[in-house]
């Protein structure tokens, strides 16, 4: 069955060809002469497709739950988002693309109170716009850094001294300063120097790049299923805790702030409890160091709450939450005035973000608000979850440790032969993406439904049947 | 009178009020409150926009030569560049965006062939696209150093030491690479972590932010009028690169590439010869240490050369070429497959650039070849030059150091009264933009004309002749 909030959706999947077929093959090969293709996974022709399937040049149509890297939000070729992308407003900000900081123009406030900072996170009413995940954390560290320094200064008035003047030019301390940002192993927070320095996902990732000397802590390694080792993963996250602190004390370049994933979702789908993150939130509070919640992957409602630290029950919410993918744009917000530096130019690039991506925001916002679906992914991941909970009863061996229980469809298992997993899911018709050495992740959209789900845990049978 | 290429612009400048004028400022203040307004220069309203002016709320239209930070190619609302928002092509790649190192569409390829590669500079034929100048260098700093590395590993079929794997994941060496990016004293080359290390124009830039401890080179300090000071000139070319090759064979963490900018645009609009690039290519050359030159602000025709470097009459070409601004999206080109890492993922991230912003490019390629806007530039350039050198004559202490002669209008010159000279523009109808401490820079768009080359040098002199 296809769709109920959109029509035009295919009833099932269609797979005619090997992936990629003839046409498809074609096509990579000419990509290939000019373009890095060797990552590729699947050619798609985005004209064709549509809701939850993504449709390649040969025809065959995947329904898909890997969804872009999890940055689809509401279905490719959304008629809400057609029609938010002829709009007059769309097109100007597309051919006028100002530098926001010194050209913002007339109708910016309005585009962000009416769109990404509606669905601001709770606490935080304030915006810096960015391109993508990566620069989205690197702006909130130097937000962190900056507000580190102006304290140990002695607030915003004292002016820096000729020394640090001087020195930062030759990017040497006291200008450039000894600061760092703590991160937990197994997390990604993106690929450009400074976040690259915060990821720890796998060696691909950061090998030959220069790297900041910065502290990593050990992030818990739950045991599932959870009711079974309460005691031991109780243990897990008071030991990833104390760690924490301990590098917070005594790390040689002492850290401006902690950043952390909700759930850590490129490095193999690592979930820790609530209690977990307030205690991090207390810890930071008690030692003054910034709390960064990465919601790159979490946010938008994938969970089965738009934030995935809205699951918290926060006592004070985090100082700055990064976003971006379903957002289709990016950036962090921020409560604190502090965290605008003391002097403009400080925090600035030419563009600082996107007003068309803002545009698409906000119309993916009025889209997941008029559809409830939030509320819809919380209960399609409900029903998801029990699906596969049944799956790995009869087939415990390929589906292990089964994560994501009431977080919507942000949902993950381990797979002893996941690439192959992957490999063959294209063939029974769904296109699903891995996550850290082992881990199969689910990222569909925000308009999966039962009837989905249902398709999705028949190929998986399928898949673990046929070898 | 107004623009030959399009109909619709003002005949000449409108100010009707202070800037910001009382409708502006409301806008400003209700922005203020969720997004930093400190940097802001001037608020506008892009659909009253038009061609070379920049209209805001308040009905004021103003000539504008510094373009959304050189960013604005070919004018506000181009008929052409709105045909193309509105293409269903267009249309579709906002919506249906992809991850285009894991799902490019089947259309890429052409959409590469046809707009971006279609002016990739001589000898690169390759390209990694990314969002903006400052990732488009961090990311030709990466394929930089795995580059290095893997020569020294002794090549691409080397597989990576235990050793490497590990030490990567804790930031340290072997892992972690101890290299560097030499880059100039006054140089600009972005404000995330990596690209920030290599920018070297002002303290406001970097303070607080932690570097790496990357060398810099003294960039020639030119004396004008070039003509005069043709031995000292060349004696400071020759110091700049003797201070290169020094650092080159000395610096604790050996350059793996030295990135320039054609002309030092935020640090002050500094120029140096042709015969200098040709130098810096040969020392790099002969010590095998790659040449990364940052168009982003002189690319896509300013200089009269669609790629600034196109007026060194180069040996061999340079390694990479970064371009973004007037290009509206962003990235790198290269030629040599080497700079495609040995393996998958090494030069990786979720979206890779934006496939919206890359039609955008097209069509504005389409249009400047269209119109032969870099013929255009080259000879409105000249013109411009050539008035305002006759403006340098007649207020010698108001325009000094006049530089940027058989640049196209990328021409600057220094002021004594700088911020006030562009406070004042805006009086007399321009906006104008300033770089490095003293430098007046203009920025004008590829449509700038003779009659707007008048209006600007009238307004000039009345700027001088009204303190």
Redesign the interface.
Known sequence: MASTFYSGEPESPIVKTDIPGP??QE?IT??D???????????????K?FGNY?V??DGNALLDVYA??A??PIG???PA??K???S?D??????????L?????????QV??TGV?KVAPKGL????TA?????AN?TA??AA??W???KERGGPAVE?TKE???S?????AP??????ILSF?TGFH??????L?TT?SK????????????P?ATFPQLKYPLEEHVEENAKAEADSLAEVEHLIKNWH?PPAAVIVEPIQSEGGDNHASPAFFRGLRELTKKYDVLLIVDEVQTGVGATGKFWAHDHWDLPTPPDMVTF??KA?TAGYYFGNPEL?PN?????????MG?P?RAL?FRAIIDEVERLNLVENTAKVGDYLYGKIEALAKKYPNDFQNLRGKGQGTFIAFDSPKRDQFLAKAKKFGVNIGGSGATAVRLRPMLIFEKQHADILVEAMEKIVTSW
Chains 1, 2 share one sequence.
């Not at 769309?90 to 530098?99: F, S, Y």
């Not at 900081?101 to 406030?109: E, K, R, T, Y």
């Not at 930062?168 to 040497?172: A, C, E, K, T, Y």
């Not at 200008?175 to 760092?180: H, V, Y």
């Open positions: 046409k498809a096509h000419k990509l002469t000019v373009f890095d293709t060797r990552s590729l996974n699947m050619l798609a022709d985005y004209t497709s993504i390649d040049p872009q890297i940055s689809i490719y070729n959304n988002l057609v938010a992308a002829q007059p769309m097109v100007n900000a597309i051919i006028n693309r100002p530098a900081g010194n050209f913002p123009s007339h109708d910016w406030d962000l109170e900072l009413n304030q915006v810096f391109m993508a995940g990566s620069d690197e560290y130097k850094f900056m580190r320094r102006q820096f640090e003047l001087e930062s030019m030759n990017n040497q200008g450039a300063s000894e600061l760092s192993k993106g690929r450009l120097f400074g976040s320095s720890r060696p691909i990732h950061k090998l030959d790049i220069p790297a900041f000397d910065w990593q370049l971006s993918k289709q605008r002097k403009p130019y400080r925090q600035f690039n030419t563009w996107d068309a698409l």
